[in-house]
């Protein structure tokens, strides 16, 4: 069963320290693999797709690791905006209609 | 481009009583879908349409719950009769055709459900 999970479940950092995010995933063929950032309230914000095991995308603060069983979302002397909960997300082989399946997330609190 | 486009952002209903979401997707998106997100389940795949054509329902948890997309601009979801446990934020996304890069959806802004 295609299956993606997420940890921690929360995370706290103060202002400046840097940490990683774990993305875990176990799919049929993994077409790419999904990093959303979702605020209170809103809907999820597409952050990166990483398509291939070693590739690396950046974004400010953030950076994605892909490897060909989990995925990492480095995030750099993070600042208090950067609290959200991050979502991953997996697109597997095995699904022609674009079905993502999704981790439960991890809530990153910022403090100044 | 004012993204996809969700209403009501809010609904609250009585148990029992027919509710309607509405989504328009973003124009030239060939493909629409609806989440339903809860603290216990995260995100859920409802059902996934492609040219206006249901692909994938096989998410939607009961007859109660029927989806429909008249034209490529416009899309609902529908829960007759609705109940307590329905009470959720719903999602719908919409994404660009193949060839056109295998990036992310685009979310709405949802809406929060809740039956009394």
């Known amino acids: 069963e295609d299956q993606v999970t997420q940890s921690p479940e929360a995370l706290r950092l103060q202002e400046g320290e840097s940490s990683s995010l774990n993305c875990s995933y176990t799919?049929?063929?993994?077409?790419?693999l999904f990093w959303y950032r979702q605020d209170p309230g809103k809907g999820p914000e597409f952050l990166f797709t990483?398509?291939?095991a070693g590739e690396e995308k950046e974004k400010e603060r953030l950076k994605a690791t892909l490897t060909k069983k989990e995925s990492f979302l480095h995030i750099t002397a993070p600042k208090p905006e950067d609290s959200a909960t991050y979502l991953c997300a997996a697109h597997p082989g095995s699904s022609n209609t674009g079905k993502l399946i999704f981790g439960q997330g991890t809530t990153l609190q910022v403090k100044p | 481009d004012a993204g996809v486009i969700q209403s009501p952002r809010h609904e609250v209903t009585e148990m029992g009583q027919e509710v309607t979401l509405r989504c328009k997707p973003i124009?030239?998106?060939?493909?629409l879908f609806w989440y339903r997100q809860t603290m216990m389940r995260g995100l859920e795949l409802l059902i996934y349409?492609?040219?206006?054509?249901?692909?994938?329902d096989s998410g939607m948890p009961e007859d109660r719950f029927s989806a429909k997309m008249p034209n490529a601009s416009f899309s609902t979801l529908k829960i007759q009769p609705s109940e307590p446990r329905d009470s959720a934020v719903y999602f719908c996304?919409?994404?660009?055709?193949?060839?056109?890069?295998?990036?992310?959806?685009?979310f709405g802004s949802g809406t929060r459900l809740t039956v009394v």
């Open positions: 349409f492609n040219n206006n054509v249901p692909i994938d």
């Open positions: 996304a919409s994404r660009s055709p193949p060839g056109q890069g295998l990036y992310g959806y685009t």
């Open positions: 124009s030239g998106h060939n493909s």
């Open positions: 799919v049929s063929g993994l077409r790419g």
């Open positions: 990483l398509y291939s």
